[in-house]
């Protein structure tokens, strides 16, 4: 009997050392996902200058947990945010060009892993995704008065009829592209050869196919009104154009004269 319990004993032993000393015998996860601690929490999306959204505003929350960002968390990548990100990418040794891709997005979440969402998530609250240029200001008062940002003397009732025009033209639209429509509206504002208010503008015979159609009077969203106050605190994706057409519906020839600077979307602007 006594001899059974030995070599039971020595059985036992021998198994337990043979797990411990096979390479990896419980170690499978950790050789099999090297890497999945590192994994970003982003999306695929290239963030940039004009960008909006929800992997904005992780963004912003994870560069002013890092002392790199100091405005609000608005999920618009404005000045502010492409100047921290520019210093982030400075201090860790990276190409310095404020465009989040897949490197930064990696580089930034494995400096932040602590990092929770504490900010309340203002792109919930109105018009979907997108993106918006110079946009933490903008943001700041797009939901009080439309007036409030405005550098060039108009009404907030200029501004409503804007966004109304932006909605009603463009809303299936890439962000940018909405702030290019309304770019060229104002554009088209301070041209010679356009009415110099933007009710003139805006209701020119012809002009705009929201107007012919009715949808000018669509209850704009948020995204809408935020394309209006990029364009007028600066941005204009259009380069300067004062047209714009869907070549899929276009039916004018002359338009297709027009100097063609860039497509946004659906869109092709001209001169």
């Not at 041209?191 to 705009?208: K, M, R």
């Not at 196919?209 to 605190?233: C, F, H, S, Y």
Request: proline share 5%.
């Amino acid at each position: 009997m006594k001899n059974s319990k030995i070599w039971l004993l020595m059985a036992i032993a021998i198994l337990v050392s043979a797990t411990l000393v096979i390479p990896g015998r419980f170690k499978m996860a950790d050789s099999e996902y090297p890497a999945q601690e590192a994994l970003p929490s982003f999306s695929d999306a290239i963030l940039q200058f004009g960008s909006y959204g929800e992997d904005v505003y992780e963004l912003q929350g994870r560069l002013k947990y890092l002392g790199f960002y100091h405005g609000k968390i608005d999920s618009v990548f404005g000045s502010k945010t492409q100047g921290a990100v520019k210093w982030f990418q400075s201090e860790f040794g990276m190409k310095v060009d404020g465009i989040v891709g897949p490197k930064v997005k990696l580089r930034l979440y494995n400096a932040t892993k602590d990092w929770k969402p504490t900010e309340p998530k203002q792109h919930e609250g109105g018009g979907g995704g997108g993106g918006g240029g110079g946009g933490e200001q903008a943001a700041d008062n797009i939901n009080s008065n439309l007036g409030s940002a405005n550098t060039m003397g108009l009404s907030e009732n200029d501004l409503k009829i804007m966004a109304n025009a932006v909605y009603g033209e463009a809303r299936g639209e890439p962000f940018e592209g909405q702030v290019a429509v309304a770019a060229v509206i104002l554009n088209r504002v301070r041209s010679p050869e356009f009415p110099n208010t933007i009710h003139g503008v805006i209701f020119q015979p012809l002009a705009f196919t929201a107007v012919a159609d009715g949808q000018i009077w669509l209850e704009p969203n948020e995204q809408a009104r935020k394309a209006v106050m990029q364009a007028i605190d600066g941005w204009d994706p259009s380069g300067g154009c004062l047209y714009y057409f869907n070549p899929r519906t276009a039916t004018s020839k002359w338009i297709w004269s027009r100097p063609q600077v860039k497509t946004i979307g659906q869109h092709i602007f001209c001169m």
